[in-house]
């Protein structure tokens, strides 16, 4: 199987009505451009425009509407009025880090006694664990209350009955066919669930039980006699998982991830402050968010203890929390060296002829299970498969899977159940476990569904741009004006622009593997850089050419400056 170069460029949505176009223009004080984006986006409309525009927790709909929110709070009502203990067991991933960061300090607020648990990777295994559920109960937890996982665990679920343990769970994963046995499940995939937005991360729905819970405290009196805690200032630990968990920013996640980020850079929660400088991160926006800072905490959770990530979170001492950033910064480059070898065995394994038409699932002994997810999205990211790594440890294997446009991941391990011991996820994320003699037999199903969903068009990559530009419209008052749809993410790209019959000049290697040029189109041009572009785009530079490219400023020498960067380079086409 080769390495994929090649790409498909296609227009992310057909243009908006011009006189929309207008009318946001006039009504909201936009650039043109920004307006053609914000109505491809936000909506034509002036009001929804403006919304998204200037997001508001106002905006958010009643927590209540998520699916048994009323009979969580309820019980968690009881527990802090009867001063019992609740106990917290979230996931090892930076969506389960920040919720249970969310829910220990959230829950303490409002008067509740609180402890957390997350579990060990390598010796606990994804998901509630049975027993933690027992330990709880022997520190005197009456209630549990799970973050981003639990929405499967029907045998833990029985456990907590047998125990008298009130199981509440919280999660945003997708619900299989039969429900935990649960004092009440939080989640706005179940059925009956009238919330509007669907999308949110596990921190997401944590923080709607934390507002819904405020709510109902206030309306019994509890804030008579103590100030009620303002909970905006949680937002940033909702905006740290939200962007991690690569969910969509829009609708609500945009609201949340939007104030949340402006909360994280007033560096008000010394663990952050202090992860962002072992990042080298002065600004921190959604890209260096997914890039930096949740890979430092993810690593915690990957190769040691994702307990420290939850402490550092929570953490008020200054000096503990330098300390803590330093250990997870160490976490993070052991997690890199890992993480290369085992892409190297995987890429080996492709090359042997390892794989199907439509998919990749590669096995190898010894690899590390917290690695495997990671390892995947590169392998996606190479060969443009939906790609399922697992990690075999003698008889049993854990999976990672990631998946591409076109193919829902968990509605294609729903096809290949009779091979699994157990799974979950989403449309292009999911983890399983398997028997290590079950493993050829899920290679077949699993390519047998992707072909049965997937065509050749679709293993081809596409990059969908938002519009045709000419070099003499750009400027910076416009990428600032750009900057007004931020943060850009899932869901909401960084604009992506077609540049048309332009020639490149000036062509500079610059790094470890970049480019530097200026660009000319017509009597304008302006500087471009290229990160780690591939070696065949040097064909293509002497003639004319086509570009796609997002704007950006440079500062140099106290200058700032225009510049492009470029995603991908063809010859140059007819329109």
């Known amino acids: 199987m080769q390495t994929v170069t090649a790409r498909r460029w296609q227009e992310r949505s057909s243009s908006p009505d011009p006189a929309s176009v207008q009318e946001l223009v006039s009504g909201l004080q ?11 986006r936000g909506g034509a409309d002036l009001t929804a425009a403006r919304d998204f525009l200037e997001p508001r927790l106002q905006q958010l709909p009643d927590p209540f509407l998520i699916g048994e929110m009323e009979a ?26 920040s919720g249970t960061a969310l829910l220990v300090e959230g829950l303490r607020a409002l008067g509740a006694e609180v402890d957390y648990f997350i579990p060990l990777r390598l010796r606990d295994g994804y998901g509630l664990s049975a027993d933690h559920l027992r330990q709880a109960v022997a520190a005197g937890a009456r209630v549990a209350v799970s973050v981003d996982c639990g929405i499967s665990a029907v045998d833990e679920a029985e456990v907590a009955r047998q125990l008298g343990l009130d199981l509440i769970i919280t999660d945003h994963h997708q619900p299989p066919a039969i429900l935990p046995a649960a004092c009440a499940i939080v989640n706005p995939h179940l059925p009956d669930s009238l919330y509007p937005d669907k999308e949110l991360a596990g921190v997401g729905v944590a923080f709607m039980l934390l507002v819904a819970l405020r709510s109902r405290l206030r309306d019994s009196g509890a804030f008579a006699a103590k100030p009620e805690p303002d909970l905006r200032y949680s937002l940033d630990l909702v ?23 402006a909360i994280i850079n007033q560096g008000q929660r010394p663990g952050l402050k202090a992860l962002a400088v072992a990042a080298g991160i002065r600004q ?4 260096n968010v997914a890039f930096s800072l949740a890979p430092r905490l ?44 085992v892409l190297a065995e995987a890429i080996a394994q492709v090359e042997a002829g390892k794989g199907g038409e439509f998919s990749l699932v590669l096995a190898g002994e010894g690899w590390h299970p917290g690695v495997i997810g990671i390892v995947a999205s590169r392998l996606v990211e190479r060969y443009h498969r939906p790609t399922v790594l697992i990690a075999v440890d ?7 899977a990631r998946s ?22 989403h449309a292009f994320a999911a983890g399983l476990s398997i028997a290590a003699e079950r493993i050829d ?47 850009f993410g899932a869901g909401n790209p960084e604009p992506l622009f077609l540049l048309r019959n332009a020639r490149a000049q000036q062509v500079t290697p610059c790094g470890t593997g970049h480019l530097k040029f200026s660009i000319r189109q017509g009597g304008s041009s302006l500087p471009c850089i290229a990160f780690s572009y591939p070696p065949h785009w040097a064909e293509f530079l002497p003639g004319e050419i086509d570009l796609l490219v997002t704007l950006q400023s440079n500062e140099w020498k106290d200058r700032v400056s225009l510049q492009l960067r470029v995603k991908d380079i063809r010859p140059a086409q007819d329109a």
Do not use: M, W
């Open 30 to 40: 936009v650039d043109r451009l920004t307006a053609h984006l914000l109505a491809q």
């Open 72 to 97: 969580a709070v309820t019980r968690l009502v009881v527990a802090i009025q009867g001063g019992e203990k609740i106990a917290i067991h979230g996931d090892y991933d930076v969506d389960g880090i």
């Open 239 to 261: 905006a740290l998982g939200t962007i991690a968990d690569v969910v969509p920013l829009r609708g609500v996640n945009r609201i949340l991830t939007r104030i949340g980020l």
């Open 284 to 287: 921190v926006t959604c890209g």
């Open 298 to 341: 993810n690593a915690a959770g990957r190769l040691e203890d994702a307990n420290l990530g939850v402490e550092l979170l929570l953490g008020s001492d200054g000096a503990r929390a330098t300390e803590l950033a330093a250990l997870l910064d160490g976490f993070n480059r052991e997690r890199q060296g890992v993480e290369q070898q």
């Open 394 to 400: 003698g008889e049993t294997g854990k999976g990672s």
């Open 404 to 425: 591409i446009r076109g193919l829902h991941l968990y509605q294609t391990l729903q096809a290949c159940t009779a091979d699994l011991a157990g799974y979950g996820g």
């Open 441 to 487: 037999s899920f290679v077949v199903a699993f390519e047998q569904a992707a072909a049965a969903v997937l065509s050749a068009d679709d293993l081809l990559p596409v990059l969908l741009y938002d519009g045709e530009v000419l070099i003499e419209d750009l400027s910076l008052p416009i990428l600032a004006d750009l900057q007004r749809l931020s943060p």
